[in-house]
């Protein structure tokens, strides 16, 4: 029961993320076309974007292919989590595993179900970065492993969170 909250995080990180890909989904459809213009706000703007490769859709004639490895890279991160959150007494590990599970999830249902990756909002920087469509998925995959990578070095470091 300790960990619940671990489980707790990667269900509503995934669910989250599926709930504003099915908005976006929505939105574009009510305007009866698969893109619509972007609506710029002052820090983000939405998008609708289907990734169907890699990151920035690289790849994208080997979707079967990105599919199937999504799919079984998310099954061994699942295993290696059910096993961190028994061995591992870090908050910061379990959040961190929590979050790439959560967000691993929702990206490979994609990828598994609808052949692409819903994408929806940039960030409003200027440059490459402020190009990149991601999603909450993407963001909570980055978040849990800078955590985790943090976690390493703090233990390295000999110092325990």
């Given at each position: 029961?300790?960990?619940?909250?671990?489980?707790?995080?990667?269900?509503?990180?995934?669910?989250?993320?599926?709930?504003?890909?099915?908005?976006?989904?929505?939105?574009?459809?009510?305007?009866g076309r698969e893109?619509?213009?972007?609506?710029?706000g002052r820090y983000?703007?939405?998008?609708?974007?289907?990734?169907?490769?890699?990151?920035?859709?690289?790849?994208?004639?080997?979707?079967?292919?990105?599919?199937?490895?999504?799919?079984?890279?998310?099954?061994?991160?699942?295993?290696?989590?059910?096993?961190?959150?028994?061995?591992?007494?870090?908050?910061?590990?379990?959040?961190?595993?929590?979050?790439?599970?959560?967000?691993?999830?929702?990206?490979?249902?994609?990828?598994?179900?609808?052949?692409?990756?819903?994408?929806?909002?940039?960030?409003?920087?200027?440059?490459?970065?402020?190009?990149?469509?991601?999603n909450i998925a993407?963001?909570?995959?980055?978040?849990?492993?800078?955590?985790?990578?943090?976690?390493?070095?703090?233990?390295?470091?000999?110092?325990?969170?």
């Amino acid at each position: 029961m300790k960990n619940l909250k671990y489980l707790i995080l990667a269900i509503v990180t995934f669910s989250i993320d599926m709930w504003q890909k099915k908005a976006v989904e929505k939105w574009v459809s009510l305007h009866g076309r698969e893109e619509c213009a972007p609506v710029k706000g002052r820090y983000f703007t939405r998008h609708k974007r289907h990734n169907r490769g890699l990151a920035m859709n690289i790849a994208s004639a080997h979707q079967k292919r990105i599919a199937a490895v999504s799919f079984v890279t998310t099954a061994a991160l699942a295993i290696n989590y059910l096993f961190s959150l028994k061995k591992t007494d870090s908050p910061l590990l379990k959040t961190g595993l929590s979050l790439q599970l959560g967000g691993a999830c929702s990206n490979t249902y994609d990828r598994v179900k609808r052949g692409y990756v819903v994408d929806y909002f940039s960030i409003n920087v200027p440059g490459k970065l402020g190009k990149i469509v991601f999603n909450i998925a993407d963001m909570a995959i980055l978040a849990g492993s800078f955590l985790a990578i943090l976690d390493a070095f703090i233990r390295r470091k000999g110092v325990n969170p």
